[in-house]
């Protein structure tokens, strides 16, 4: 099993539409997770950092939580063409006496007009 | 505030060859992580320092190392390069560490021929 894990995609939505991305993860001791978004050639960008269960909006995106069922997940509302990239999912995860953060494989999302 | 800057953007090296490449975190950021990404294996973690310590290593080999100031810039190097080491290296800064938010700097794009 893969420690923190995301559909590739490509996940094709139309613009204007609600994007739903989501991620799981192994480490039942994780604390901290964030969202990034990489356009191509590009280094990732971070969009929204979350650590308790629940919702947590920014502008058009919310990250929802549920550390019982090791799920996060990011919502875009009214998805514009501009936000066609990659999402990463990072997970923050003990390896002993530190932690590191691990990444997702990303989902490639695509806003179509 | 200023980003994370590395250098060089891009580097063209052959088989054998070693590199350094460097990193300007964020001014009071502590830590520093290094990032390899490639195509086939996502973004995967190299090392973190952290107050010229390093924190956490990856599973890659001694050909990689690190440092870091007690400016906070931090530079990796890594020794008789091979072909799969071509790839984009990413360094991201953050306050503490990993259960904080990093941000990434633009990349390394490393080439070897």
């Known amino acids: 099993q893969k420690e923190v894990e995301q559909n590739s995609g490509p996940l094709s939505v139309p613009e204007g539409a609600i994007a739903s991305l989501n991620c799981t993860y192994s480490?039942?001791?994780?604390?901290?997770f964030f969202w990034y978004r990489q356009y191509s050639g590009k280094s990732p960008e971070l969009i929204m950092s979350?650590?308790?269960?629940g919702d947590k909006e920014d502008g058009r995106f919310t990250a929802q939580l549920n550390k019982a069922s090791q799920y996060v997940s990011l919502l875009i509302r009214d998805s514009q063409p501009s936000d066609s990239a990659t999402y990463l999912c990072?997970?923050?995860?003990?390896?002993?006496?530190?932690?590191?953060?691990?990444f997702g494989t990303g989902t490639r999302l695509q806003v179509t007009l | 505030k200023a980003g994370v800057t590395q250098t060089p953007r891009y580097l063209i090296k052959t088989r054998g060859q070693q590199v350094t490449l460097s990193c300007s975190p964020i001014?009071?950021?502590?830590?520093v992580s290094w990032y390899q990404q490639t195509p086939g294996q996502g973004l995967q973690f190299l090392f973190e320092?952290?107050?010229?310590?390093?924190?956490n290593k990856g599973n890659f080999p001694g050909r990689f190392s690190g440092r870091q100031f007690s400016n906070s810039r931090s530079e990796m190097n890594v020794s008789t390069l091979e072909l799969g080491d071509s790839a984009l290296y990413l360094c991201?800064?953050?306050?503490?560490?990993?259960?904080?938010?990093?941000?990434f700097g633009p990349g390394t794009r490393l080439t070897v021929l």
């Open positions: 001014s009071g950021h502590r830590s």
């Open positions: 991201a800064s953050s306050l503490w560490g990993s259960y904080n938010e990093q941000f």
């Open positions: 480490d039942r001791g994780s604390q901290s």
């Open positions: 990072a997970v923050n995860m003990n390896t002993g006496t530190a932690s590191k953060l691990t």
């Open positions: 320092y952290f107050s010229e310590t390093q924190r």
């Open positions: 979350i650590y308790s269960n």
